[in-house]
Nanobody
């Protein structure tokens, strides 16, 4: 398994931007599809974005499409989530996850980070 550590969360006003980072340990990072998920209080964990092993395929939740961008740097074992035009409803704990497939279901991701809090004020 791969070990994941997220960073970059914080408090931002509506309309602002944040960039989340996820650092992965191990020499097999490039063999994993990487995803971002989020969980708001009282809600289930939901899919945000996923990127393929090579980075040539991405998929986004409809609620973030056009505002968020997922990217990865396999040389640095890093995956990123650029979040623009943030809305209060984007407030959640954001998790980085590693899996074998470019899918949207949390159950298909076997390694998870501890999460980073994103709070968007109105």
């Amino acid at each position: 398994q791969v070990q994941l550590v997220e960073s970059g969360g914080g408090l931002v006003q509506a309309g602002g931007s944040l960039r989340l980072s996820c650092s992965a340990s191990g020499r097999t990072f490039s063999s994993y599809a990487m995803g971002w998920f989020r969980q708001a209080p009282g809600k289930e964990r939901e899919f945000v974005a996923v990127i393929s092993r090579s980075g040539d395929t991405t998929n986004y939740a409809g609620s973030v499409k056009g505002r968020f961008t997922i990217s990865r740097d396999n040389a640095k074992n890093m995956v990123y989530l650029q979040m623009n035009s943030l809305k209060p409803e984007d407030t959640a704990v954001y998790y980085c996850a590693a899996g074998r497939l470019v899918v949207v279901t949390p159950q298909d991701f076997g390694s998870w980070g501890q999460g980073t809090q994103v709070t968007v004020s109105s």
